[in-house]
């Protein structure tokens, strides 16, 4: 694996959300998202401030302080093991294959570690081939399992 960090950006926990950094991380999310999430800014303040098995790493320039990317890890336990999830990640489309997707899956699973994870399962759909390439070249291996999903209907 070839260690391809990018000199200029770190990465890092969010551990406050002020409007501007709202609004990047919707700026880039929206690259990954179809459409705007409801209750954007609830959903932000949860994950970052509320939620203790979730955060937000986020990969910011280390002068100017611009979000370039962003990923939300996430650690369950259940009856068996406690496994890490990573999702809602993505950079910028300007600031890709720099190394910051790299970084950001690194610290993820420094992050997940440090929590007690034993391993890390990430759902992602077939066409997100960059992503994967990136999950294999960071020893990632694909499982063959169905996913079920149901809309609940709030009513
Ligand atoms: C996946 C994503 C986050 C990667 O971010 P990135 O900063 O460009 O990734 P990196 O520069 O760290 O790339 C690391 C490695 O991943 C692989 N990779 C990344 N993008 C690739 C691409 N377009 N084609 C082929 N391989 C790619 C390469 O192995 C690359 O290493 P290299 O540049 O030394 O060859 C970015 O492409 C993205 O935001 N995609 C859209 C959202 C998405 O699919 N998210 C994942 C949801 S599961």
Same mark, same amino acid.
């Given at each position: 694996?070839?260690?391809?960090?990018?000199?200029?950006? %770190?990465?890092?926990?969010?551990?406050?959300?002020?409007?501007?950094?709202?609004?990047?991380?919707?700026?880039?999310?929206?690259?990954?998202?179809?459409?705007?999430?409801?209750?954007?800014?609830?959903?932000?303040? %949860?994950?970052?401030?509320?939620?203790?098995?979730?955060?937000?790493?986020?990969?910011?320039?280390? !002068?100017?302080?611009?979000?370039?990317?962003?990923?939300?890890?996430?650690?369950?336990?259940?009856?068996?093991?406690?496994?890490?999830?990573? !999702?809602?990640?993505?950079?910028?489309?300007?600031?890709?294959?720099?190394?910051?997707?790299?970084?950001?899956?690194?610290?993820?699973?420094?992050?997940?570690?440090?929590?007690?994870?034993?391993?890390?399962?990430?759902?992602?759909?077939?066409?997100?081939?960059?992503?994967?390439?990136?999950?294999?070249?960071?020893?990632?291996?694909?499982?063959?399992?169905?996913?079920?999903?149901?809309?609940?209907?709030?009513?």
């Amino acid at each position: 694996m070839t260690e391809n960090y990018p000199e200029d950006y %770190h990465a890092e926990l969010l551990s406050y959300v002020n409007l501007e950094a709202e609004q990047r991380i919707l700026e880039i999310g929206m690259n990954l998202w179809s459409q705007e999430p409801d209750n954007f800014a609830k959903r932000l303040k %949860h994950v970052v401030d509320v939620d203790r098995q979730a955060s937000l790493l986020i990969a910011e320039h280390n !002068e100017t302080s611009e979000i370039a990317g962003f990923l939300v890890v996430r650690h369950f336990i259940n009856l068996r093991k406690t496994v890490g999830s990573v !999702e809602d990640f993505v950079v910028d489309p300007a600031y890709r294959r720099l190394g910051i997707g790299r970084l950001l899956m690194q610290f993820a699973e420094y992050s997940l570690r440090q929590r007690g994870c034993e391993s890390i399962e990430i759902t992602s759909q077939p066409t997100r081939e960059a992503a994967h390439r990136l999950y294999e070249s960071l020893g990632y291996q694909k499982h063959d399992i169905d996913v079920f999903h149901k809309t609940l209907r709030t009513t």
